[in-house]
């Protein structure tokens, strides 16, 4: 994908992690500096840029009215993409989403989704024939490790900001009226990725650490500490006990980056 | 220095076969002071050496093997040859030609076309380039009699038998011509069809029955009963012919 | 359609299809099953019927996407159109592209890849008929198709799923379980190594919750890793003793 990592470059950062530290000077369980901006696109109903180090994830969400699934008649509809623009790295290909891309985007979906951030009942606006459909789309400007982290942000972010349109139903139709409401939110999941490099776990990886790593665990908590969505990248393996170090570990990081963005 | 397996039990893969000072063979590997097998198939020690015998692999080139394969592309100074296996092989005009090759007055396909069989001897292969083949060598060369019959690679090695005991065995039994490819590919030349067939129905047996004991000895049973029932009923047509 | 039941699990701790809450479902498995295929295996698993085919090792196509150095390994999750209960369109959806990424690294690190560079191996997945644990019963199958092929491998892929129904942890979620309970946890595991290579989660678990989910699927793949290995001895191992004899 990215342009080939040497093979001294791949030794030094695997020796430096064995001893507890990283190119960049963090310790295996920093977080590069997490820097947010919402309502930056103004025709969006929401949106978000987020700088996790150099990684740069947009996301905008667009309302748009339409019919529910015929399994939950009286819920809203939410859906997730995720695009890896050429701009961003030497290895994005301009074409339809691939399997990175479409991983990308179920993972940011899944954390969103069972952790229930959004109240999509509140989207119904006729049981069975009407309700809104929330649109998040990721947008991945430049891809300097860690993807998924900065992309949740993003996309939680995004929806944190998205304004509802006001609406009445007149003759049977929908009509938008004048004003908006916030989107309702009951939780904000936070996506912590751990990278094996190693017998040593690594949080946030950056992108040369994502060349060398032999596996990567995604991990989603929301307000309560639980756990609500989970993903293994990567050709690699973990043992059971790393398994339940990373989780724990990842509960402990969303919790300081839940204090830091008051979520 | 524990062992967990007895020699000729069956393996599969990731079995620990045993711990401590040996030595990994054929299809097995070894982590963390541990022996483990790599493909399904049987154990045999050798003194400190672990193989398992693969019941199930694909042929590896190696150079200096006989092959047989199957001519599938003629290009410009050369052909294509599928050997039965995962690699490719190629054959070079100036090989066959026993001289450097010149495109205007050799014509390739009327040497060898597409569809032609061969017998060759892997000159040189290794990770980076696909096997290269010979068939400038006495025996080797095009086929253009006899059946063709395909088996596992891995039991090769049993067809020809103990000292080339099994191998003999068919040949005398038979009255047939055997090469074996270490590819897997045979070639079964017979003065008739019918003694063709006859060869090719113990190598089917020895396939199937490899890992088991006394094989020889009953294929040799089942060779001569077969020559048997088939005298019986050529002497029954015989005898029916001359009742008109 | 079925009327959604109330409750998953009854007062005597019972399943929906009669299983405590640490049992696995009615596995068959099948080594062999194709003749064209260079290895292959089916699986049923409750009422899943799962078909695996492996192609390979052989010459990569597109030339251009040859390794040097390893093998290419590719994977096809696919579910055809009759699978589930209402009728799936045969294009590949955006799970069947994620369950083939995801299939694809939990079974890369048990083969040798390097042992065989430039040639890849194609491994497909056909699911005939869905009954919730679909990419776990494919690993199982896949593996045991990979070992048919001849494909040196570390250790067999064994794989499972564990979850939550009402208020309990339970092993092997079957379809009803997956759809309505409140989490999904498949696990994949080479069982000699230790090393888990397929871990995904949803839903909503306290940590314990999620240790525990995790610890029982490890628990089922270990039975499922020991059928695994007999369905490959009752393929290759069988010595034809009636034979023998004559």
Not at chain 1, 81 to 87: F, I, K, R, S, T
Not at chain 1, 235 to 246: C, H, K
Not at chain 3, 147 to 159: E, H, S, Y
Request: contains cysteine.
């Amino acid at each position: 994908m990215a342009e080939v990592i040497t093979k001294v470059k791949q030794k030094q950062i695997a020796q430096l992690i064995a001893k507890g530290t990283r190119i960049d000077g963090r310790g295996l369980t920093d977080h590069r500096e997490i820097r947010i901006e919402q309502g930056i696109i103004e025709r969006a109903e929401g949106s978000a840029r987020v700088l996790l180090g150099k990684t740069e994830v947009l996301a905008g969400t667009k309302i748009e009215l339409g019919e529910p699934f015929p399994d939950t008649p009286n819920e809203g509809v939410l859906t997730v993409n995720a695009e890896l623009v050429p701009l961003a790295s030497p290895g994005f290909e301009p074409g339809p989403p691939d399997e990175n891309s479409i991983e990308l985007a179920r993972i940011v979906d899944r954390g969103i989704r069972e952790s229930k951030m959004i109240d999509t009942e509140k989207l119904c606006i006729e049981p069975g024939k009407k309700v809104f459909v929330v649109f998040v789309d990721v947008y991945v400007l430049n891809h300097d490790g860690n993807l998924i982290d900065a992309s949740t942000l993003a996309a939680v972010a995004a929806l944190l900001s998205t304004k509802m349109p006001n609406y009445e139903i007149e003759d049977d139709e929908v009509k938008i009226k004048a004003g908006y409401t916030q989107l309702p939110v009951r939780r904000h999941p936070i996506e912590i990725t751990i990278a094996r490099i190693g017998d040593k776990l690594v949080v946030d990886p950056g992108l040369e650490e994502e060349q060398i790593m032999d596996a990567r665990i995604t991990v989603s908590i929301d307000d309560d500490s639980n756990v609500c969505a989970v993903q293994k990248g990567k050709s690699g393996y973990f043992t059971p006990e790393q398994v339940l170090e990373a989780a724990k570990l990842a509960r402990d990081k969303s919790e300081e980056v839940r204090k830091q963005l008051k979520w | 220095m524990p062992t967990f397996f007895e020699k000729k039990q069956v393996v599969t893969p990731g079995d620990l076969v045993a711990e401590g000072d040996y030595i990994a063979g054929e299809n097995t590997y070894k982590a963390n002071n541990k022996v483990f097998a790599s493909r399904i198939g049987i154990i045999d020690y050798e003194n400190k050496k672990i193989n398992v015998v693969a019941l199930k692999a694909f042929y590896a080139p190696r150079a200096g093997d006989i092959v047989i394969g199957t001519i599938t592309e003629v290009g410009f100074n050369g052909w294509t040859v599928d050997i039965n296996g995962p690699y490719i092989a190629i054959l070079r005009a100036s090989d066959v030609l026993s001289r450097p090759f010149k495109p205007q007055k050799d014509d390739l396909p009327q040497v060898l076309d597409t569809g032609d069989l061969i017998v060759a001897k892997i000159v040189s292969y290794d990770r980076t380039h696909d096997p290269q083949l010979t068939v400038s060598e006495p025996g080797l060369g095009k086929i253009t009699r006899g059946e063709i019959i395909k088996i596992t690679p891995t039991k090769i090695p049993r067809v020809i038998g103990r000292q080339g005991s099994m191998i003999s065995m068919i040949k005398q039994e038979t009255g047939c011509n055997v090469i074996l490819g270490l590819n897997g590919v045979i070639l079964v030349t017979g003065k008739s069809v019918e003694e063709e067939q006859l060869a090719i129905m113990a190598i089917r047996k020895i396939d199937e029955e490899s890992h088991t004991s006394g094989l020889t000895d009953r294929i040799t049973q089942m060779l001569k009963e077969e020559k048997a029932k088939r005298e019986e009923n050529e002497n029954e047509s015989k005898t029916r012919k001359t009742d008109r | 359609m079925n009327p959604k039941p109330e409750k998953l699990i009854d007062k005597k701790g019972f399943r929906l299809d009669g299983r405590k809450h640490d049992e696995l479902r009615s596995i068959k498995l099948e080594v062999g099953v194709l003749s064209n295929a260079d290895g292959s295996a089916y699986i049923e698993q409750g009422k899943n019927k799962i078909l695996a085919a492996v192609y390979g090792p052989r010459e990569v196509h597109p030339k251009h996407l040859t390794l040097n150095d390893r093998m290419l390994l590719r994977c096809r999750y696919h579910m055809a159109p009759f699978s589930v209960q209402e009728r799936k369109s045969p294009a590949p959806s955006r799970r069947e592209i994620e369950l083939s990424k995801v299939m694809r690294e939990a079974l890369e690190p048990a083969i040798f890849l390097e042992y065989y560079p430039r040639t890849g191996v194609d491994i497909f997945v056909e699911v005939l008929q869905a009954d919730g644990g679909t990419r776990c019963a494919s690993l199982t199958a896949a593996a045991l198709a990979l070992a048919d092929a001849g494909i040196p491998m570390r250790d067999l892929v064994a794989a499972c799923a564990a979850g939550k129904a009402d208020d309990q942890i339970v092993l092997d979620l079957m379809d009803e379980e997956d759809k309505l309970g409140s989490a999904d946890v498949p696990v994949a595991l080479m069982p000699n190594l230790n090393a888990i290579t397929l871990l995904q989660m949803d839903g909503i678990l306290t940590l314990e919750e999620f240790d525990q989910a995790v610890k029982l699927a490890l628990d089922g793949c270990k039975l499922i890793y020991d059928l695994q290995k007999e369905a490959l001895k009752t393929k290759y191992g069988t010595v034809k003793e009636t034979e023998a004899e004559e």
